[in-house]
Nanobody, 121 residues
Framework: QVQLVESGGGLVQAGGSLRLSCAAS????????MGWYRQAPGKQRDMVAT???????NYADSVKGRFTIPRDNAKNTVYLQMNSLKPEDTAVYYC???????????????WGQGTQVTVSS
C-alpha cells in the first residue's frame, strides 16, 4: 500500500516561513501530478499548488508570490515552501499525488494524512 508521508508543519508567526515535505512511503512505478491542498476549520478543502512531472505549476491566487512547490522526481518527493505566512494560511495541509504503484496496477489518487500549519498574528 502506498502512503504519502508529510512533515514540516507547525506554529509560526505571521511573516515567517515553513517548508512542508511529502514523500511516497515505498518504491513506486510512476507519479504524475503532485500537489498540496488545505482545509481550514469549517471550510472545504482547497487547492494550494500543483506541479506536473514536467514541472508545470499552478497556484491558488491567495498564495501566488509567497509559496512555491519544488519537486524531486528522483525521490518521489514534493515540497511546499511557504514564505510571508499570514494568519489566514492557518489550516491542515494535505499532500496529493496521482500514482501508478506498479506496472499493471492502474493509476490511483492518494492523499497524505495532513499536517497542521498555524500562523499566529
Amino acid at each position: 500500500q502506498v502512503q504519502l508521508v508529510e512533515s514540516g508543519g507547525g506554529l509560526v508567526q505571521a511573516g515567517g516561513s515553513l517548508r512542508l515535505s511529502c514523500a511516497a512511503s515505498r518504491s513506486i512505478f510512476a507519479i504524475n501530478a503532485m500537489g498540496w491542498y488545505r482545509q481550514a476549520p469549517g471550510k472545504q478543502r482547497d487547492m494550494v499548488a500543483t506541479i506536473t512531472t514536467g514541472g508545470s505549476t499552478n497556484y491558488a491566487d491567495s498564495v501566488k508570490g509567497r509559496f512555491t512547490i519544488p519537486r524531486d522526481n528522483a525521490k518521489n518527493t514534493v515540497y511546499l515552501q511557504m514564505n510571508s505566512l499570514k494568519p489566514e494560511d492557518t489550516a491542515v495541509y494535505y499532500c496529493n499525488a496521482y500514482v501508478l504503484p506498479g506496472a499493471t496496477t492502474g493509476w490511483r489518487n492518494y492523499w497524505g494524512q495532513g499536517t497542521q500549519v498555524t500562523v499566529s498574528s
